[in-house]
């Protein structure tokens, strides 16, 4: 059974930082992309970052590059994204997903809120 457990959301002042964790079980982590995902409210869901399994391949949304990191440990099933220089426009629901070909499974999210 897929399980995620995301952790690290919250309300931050504009300018802080957030690390969001998701903790991956249920299937083999280091073959699979693990990517961050976030929809505000009234738009659509929209990639954050990526990363492959072997981290050699790392992909940034334009809006959020410069200010976010991503990274993974394979013996810890875990994927981090290091949020800093938060914005309000960062405010959304944050989605913690892995994908390997036509498989792909959700967390259920963890909501960040930028607002002073």
């Known amino acids: 059974q897929v399980q995620f457990v995301e952790s690290g959301g919250g309300l931050v002042q504009p300018g802080g930082s957030l690390r969001l964790s998701c903790v991956a079980s249920g299937f083999t982590f280091s073959l699979y992309f693990m990517s961050w995902y976030r929809q505000a409210p009234g738009k659509e869901r929209e990639l954050v970052a990526r990363?492959?399994?072997?981290?050699?391949?790392?992909t940034y949304a334009d809006s959020v590059k410069g200010r976010f990191a991503v990274s993974r440990d394979n013996a810890k099933n875990t994927v981090v994204l290091q949020m800093n220089s938060l914005k309000p426009e960062d405010t959304a629901i944050y989605y913690c997903?892995?994908?390997?070909?036509?498989?792909?499974?959700w967390g259920r999210g963890t909501q960040v809120t930028v607002s002073s």
């Open positions: 990363i492959s399994g072997d981290r050699s391949t790392i």
């Open positions: 997903s892995a994908a390997r070909g036509s498989m792909s499974y």
